[in-house]
């Protein structure tokens, strides 16, 4: 589902938590710009391992549910100021080895003309059980 706004709003930030949710790349990808950026809560690099171009997030996205097929975003919780929009949740998803994970993180959003450029993603550091 696509909200029809140039700016962020925190309807647009719950429709795309809701597709997370749902596991739905399509519509995920519906919400971002062509040249979006998408950095993710882990990886070798600074900012995590980063996407960059519609194709990479495409990709980047899917590997979630690959490494925690039953993963969700609870607890959501969003707001928005300007271009910037910041999503709290509670995530939780037993990984491929059968161990699971519930954590806390956000997501920190740069939007241009209603659709998302940047997705930086932050979770905590929490063994898995």
Not at 41 to 66: I, L, M, N, P, Q
């Amino acid at each position: 589902m696509t909200i029809e706004s140039h700016e962020v709003t925190v309807e647009l930030l719950e429709a795309f938590a809701d597709a997370w949710n749902r596991h739905d790349v399509d519509d995920l990808m519906s919400f971002m710009t062509d040249d979006c950026v998408f950095e993710s809560s882990g990886g070798e690099d600074f900012c995590g391992t980063r996407y960059e171009g519609a194709e990479a997030v495409r990709k980047g996205y899917s590997k979630s549910w690959e490494n925690f097929p039953d993963a969700q975003w609870n607890n959501a919780h969003h707001f928005v100021r300007g271009d910037r929009g910041v999503s709290e949740w509670t995530f939780t998803g037993t990984n491929v080895d059968g161990k699971r994970s519930e954590v806390a993180g956000c997501d920190i959003f740069t939007v241009r003309d209603g659709k998302i450029l940047v997705k930086n993603s932050y979770r905590k550091n929490r063994p898995l059980i």
